[in-house]
């Protein structure tokens, strides 16, 4: 009976507690924003108290570990709330949009990205954006990250952040971004067509607000030497083998068609054919003329390919591979410590009370009545809050209070996937008729008919598209495509109507949380059932429209209905994806491919840097000069086979940032990237302009590839083990992926963290409090 009463007494005290949490708290923890604490907590059984500064501080620690944030901020009340609006998710969404504005800039500033085509011969109308507007736009941004970074700088201290290297970069870059920008706008016209660097530093704004991305960093920095070293090893061996092609193939006056005379006729045209062989682009065009004189000459460019390709650019690919090896195991790791750093700091926080005399004491145990009181300020996801909700309910039934051990393991549970959790309630059917029907709805051989309808239609979708192209009399495609068009409508009356059983045997909410790829074969096949709807009503036949047939005869570029429904019966295709659980080697597979993409945000942000970075900086070097080219290859009229003239690649070139990115991805192909070596080279009439192209090649062939063949290797090894203890495969963090490979981190290590933090003593053991004011 005692123990009753005191439950029930921490319950009244909950209940008053919670009452005092009003609706402008409710809509702040609704839209991410964090709620006010006014109040002091007072536990009657406990005959003590928790100031609204302690439990302030406890939040915000607890706020911390969800976001796996360090702690060593300053814990002043001032600080305190600063620094909870500065990591809410509201204004951690805002900061990610305006890191987009500022990044998708570069589409609308002059020159503008907005034309029909980039072909310099069709001399495109840009969409010009007016000039002050796009200047109030970047400034808008601007001013948010120099807010952004003062109140970082104002909660962690110029102490800390002097040890932050990327803040440091950040600090000086909007220092001068904003210069630059204030100067633009006052002293120079919109026809400026000067060098503006700030938008070659724009995504350093986005680098320091990841962490991973800048760990990835550190992981490339941290081997920089090494992957150095090994490019330096590649750039001898072609140096090595220019010189000995010039000794071995020398230059003839008789034979201008002379292997010598066409590819190695001096050192600079021999060490850049060499380096374009290294990438295999114009193999076996420079080996032509010599194997024609002696087949011995061969043995000469197999022997260099042998060395450089298979050879030291394997040890190149082994070198990043190692620089990246293990990268997400170490972050998550390193993640992992930040959080029970932070809910050890909480618990710590809270262990400090004041007595109803007054006094500041200190006990091992805390009340489950205070967890919760914090636990409800807390911004977080309503599955964890529930979840912890469970426990901390489960224990008030064992004792009031919790200590370390106890605190520390529920508050593990933040680390759940609540994906992975099995939170479904599907009835149980039972051996009536109705039952009965449901489970021939939710069995696998209903899937299975699916799949195989599925398959079909898209044979029969193809065969009439195929019929469509190659008959050019309409009578014709009424013959040949109607009955395929007949049976397509039959296969989406049963696709809708498939949907809807599934969702009537499994309950409607059951059936679509169950799978997001139910909800996509919903969205599929309600779509492809109303457009062809549509289509009937309007043309009254299931073929293609004749007004759409004689369209296309007079070259008109159009996309008709027709097509569109074409096009979404094609993505029942993806219904080949239900196989896939019955091989675990695909599922692997499968399971690595999604997490590659949504987890490797931070390798595609470093190469989306140096992406963004290089076609800003192409801009500024060769803007106007394709134009050029073009305006001097009409006068002269002289066309060399297989150059940039005689392939048209007028379309490409770097006179608006779209074009620069374009350009990039072809050079990135590697295929035939050594035509635009040489066009840009004649546009400028330097050879330097090759420097350009040369180290893009040189990043994409040993950085770009190698990261993400480490990225995938590293996450197929963990799957693969996955597999082996039996584990879900295909999960949606990189945390569920490395659980088995993570040991939590000692007392002692936590201990030795909190010691060090710059603005609380976790070693004082005195009778005082916090200071917080």
């Not at 675990?584 to 140096?610: P, Q």
């Amino acid at each position: 009976m005692e123990r009753e009463e005191i439950i029930n007494s921490i319950e009244t005290n909950l209940i008053s507690n919670f009452q005092s949490i009003t609706i402008k708290n409710r809509l702040k923890k609704f839209f991410g924003l964090p709620t006010s604490i006014h109040s002091e907590y007072i536990d009657d059984n406990e005959q003590c108290s928790w100031s609204s500064n302690t439990l302030l501080c406890a939040t915000t620690f607890l706020e911390d570990a969800v976001n796996y944030q360090s702690i060593r901020h300053k814990i002043t009340r001032k600080y305190l709330l600063i620094y909870r609006w500065f990591s809410c998710p509201m204004i951690k969404k805002l900061h990610q949009i305006m890191l987009i504005i500022n990044l998708c800039l570069a589409f609308f500033e002059r020159p503008s990205s907005f034309s029909i085509t980039s072909d310099v011969r069709d001399k495109p109308d840009r969409i010009i954006f007016p000039y002050f507007i796009l200047m109030t736009i970047e400034g808008l941004t601007l001013l948010w990250f120099s807010c952004y970074i003062f109140v970082k700088i104002a909660c962690f201290g110029i102490k800390y952040i002097r040890q932050r290297f990327w803040i440091v970069i950040f600090f000086i870059v909007i220092s001068y971004s904003l210069c630059e920008w204030f100067v633009m706008l006052l002293f120079l016209s919109q026809t400026y067509q000067g060098i503006r660097l700030r938008r070659m530093f724009r995504p350093i704004f986005m680098i320091e607000s990841s962490q991973l991305m800048k760990k990835a960093f550190a992981a490339l920095h941290k081997n920089a030497l090494t992957i150095i070293a090994s490019i330096s090893l590649a750039l001898i061996h072609i140096l090595f083998f220019a010189v000995m092609a010039m000794f071995l193939f020398p230059r003839s006056d008789t034979r201008p068609d002379s292997q010598g005379s066409t590819y190695f006729s001096n050192l600079h045209d021999s060490t850049l054919q060499l380096l374009v062989l290294h990438s295999t682009a114009n193999n076996p065009d420079i080996m032509i003329p010599a194997y024609s004189d002696n087949r011995l000459n061969a043995l000469f460019f197999i022997i260099f390919v042998v060395i450089g390709i298979y050879w030291i650019q394997n040890i190149i690919t082994a070198v990043v591979y190692r620089a990246f090896r293990g990268y997400f195991l170490n972050s998550i790791i390193n993640l992992q410590l930040r959080r029970r750093i932070a809910v050890r700091a909480s618990f710590e926080i809270l262990k400090k009370r004041i007595t109803s005399e007054g006094l500041i004491e200190i006990k091992d145990n805390i009340p489950i009545s205070v967890v919760q009181i914090v636990l409800n300020y807390v911004s977080m996801n309503k599955w964890h809050f529930d979840r912890i909700n469970e426990r901390l309910s489960e224990l008030i039934h064992e004792n009031d209070s919790i200590n370390l051990d106890q605190y520390s393991h529920t508050m593990q549970l933040l680390d759940l996937n609540p994906k992975l959790a099995p939170g479904l309630n599907i009835r149980t059917l039972g051996e009536n008729t109705l039952d009965r029907f449901k489970a021939i709805c939710r069995s696998k051989a209903f899937d299975f008919i699916g799949t195989i309808f599925a398959i079909l239609s898209v044979l029969f979708v193809t065969i009439e598209v195929s019929d469509h192209h190659l008959n050019t009399n309409y009578n014709d495609i009424v013959t040949y495509t109607l009955p395929m068009a007949i049976i397509n409508l039959c296969f989406i009356f049963y696709f809708v109507l498939e949907i809807v059983l599934k969702a009537w045997a499994f309950g409607t909410v059951n059936f679509f949380r169950s799978s997001s790829m139910h909800i996509l074969e919903a969205i599929v096949a309600f779509t492809c059932f109303f457009l062809q709807i549509i289509y009937l009503a309007i043309h009254r036949t299931l073929i293609v429209s004749l007004i759409y047939v004689e369209m296309i005869k007079k070259e008109k570029t159009i996309f008709p209905l027709w097509a569109a429904i074409k096009v979404c019966n094609m993505l029942f295709i993806y219904r080949l994806i239900r196989f896939l659980p019955a091989s675990k080697n695909i599922r692997i597979i499968v399971g690595t491919i999604l997490d590659e993409f949504r987890n490797g945000g931070a390798f595609f942000g470093l190469l989306f840097s140096f992406y963004y970075v290089y076609s800003i900086f192409g801009m500024e070097l060769f803007g106007g000069e394709v134009d050029d080219l073009y305006r001097r290859y009409n006068q002269s009229n002289i066309t060399v086979c297989g150059t940039y003239e005689q392939l048209e690649y007028w379309p490409n070139g770097f006179n608006d940032f779209y074009s620069s990115i374009i350009t990039l991805y072809n050079i990135m192909i590697v295929n035939q990237w050594y035509v635009f070596v040489y066009g840009f080279r004649a546009a400028t009439n330097s050879i330097w302009s090759e420097l350009y192209f040369i180290l893009w090649y040189l990043f994409v062939t040993t950085i770009g590839l190698n990261v993400c063949l480490a990225l995938s290797g590293d996450i197929h090894d963990a799957k693969k083990q996955r597999a082996d203890q039996n584990e879900e495969l295909i999960v949606s963090n990189m945390y569920d992926i490395y659980r088995s490979h993570i040991n939590e981190p000692s007392s002692e290590e936590i201990t030795r963290r909190l010691n060090e933090h710059p603005y609380i003593n976790f070693r004082q053991h005195s009778n005082e409090e916090i200071n917080l004011a």
